[in-house]
């Protein structure tokens, strides 16, 4: 299910220290605008569709944390069991390519998936498993044109996050689409920004594959710092 959120951003107090003669009105300064708030869309899979913007639950999720940690608004365009090869809602949605043309212009464009890239849908609706190849390169294909999409909106390519989540079901498979999506992101293929992510061991999933509320904090901490290091 496609779902578009927007944070609200705690005002800032400020301060100001009094002097001891008052100034004239045209000695005086306007206060500077308050920043506007950092935009943000993740586009996902159920590791982003299944958690909500519930501040302190166990629902809570790691883009809702994100966004609360940096005063940011956030739209998240995500549906369960969707990637860059597969369709969602069991093949009954859409692929993230097939959500390119809602995207915007915003700050920072997250890209949560990869777990559901082993799989394509048939002109009948059915998922099926892809040839190892078949993966890379719908992997490939999909980045290029996200690529193409971005340099049109005017987002830096930089700011383009790309990260895959893996707990530890079909591990081996995930190394696999892991090395894939770190590949084409890089700078000599897309020049876009992969977030590492370690396995999430169970202590952090409900089920080996979703981030339970702890992992949803590790998450969150990790693509913080990875946007606090860009320019």
């Not at 369709?87 to 995207?103: D, E, I, K, M, V």
């Not at 849908?121 to 390169?137: A, E, M, W």
Request: with cysteine; net charge positive; hydrophobic share 35%.
């Amino acid at each position: 299910m496609l779902r578009a959120l927007a944070l609200s951003v705690a005002a800032l107090l400020t301060s100001t220290l009094a002097l001891a003669a008052p100034a004239s009105a045209d000695d005086t300064v306007p206060a500077p605008a308050p920043a506007a708030a950092p935009t943000i869309t993740v586009v996902g899979d159920s590791i982003t569709s299944w958690f909500r913007d519930e501040p302190g639950s166990v629902s809570q999720g790691w883009w809702s944390m994100l966004a609360r940690e940096m005063g940011a608004s956030v739209t998240t365009l995500a549906e369960g069991g969707s990637g860059m090869n597969v369709r969602g809602n069991n093949c009954h949605g859409t692929t993230f390519g097939q959500r390119l043309g809602a995207l915007q212009k915003v700050d920072y464009l997250i890209i949560q998936g990869g777990r559901n890239d082993m799989y394509t849908c048939t002109s009948k609706g059915v998922k099926k498993s892809l040839p190892q190849l078949q993966r890379k390169k719908g992997i490939a294909s999909y980045l290029s044109r996200l690529g193409r999409r971005v340099d049109a909106l005017g987002i830096p390519r930089e700011r383009v996050l790309v990260m895959s989540p893996w707990g530890k079901a079909d591990r081996r498979r995930g190394y696999q689409i892991q090395s894939y999506l770190r590949l084409y992101s890089n700078r000599k293929h897309e020049g876009f920004t992969y977030v590492e992510t370690k396995t999430l061991p169970n202590s952090l999933t409900l089920d080996g594959k979703h981030p339970n509320r702890a992992g949803s904090t590790y998450l969150s901490d990790t693509v913080r710092r990875v946007i606090a290091s860009l320019p």
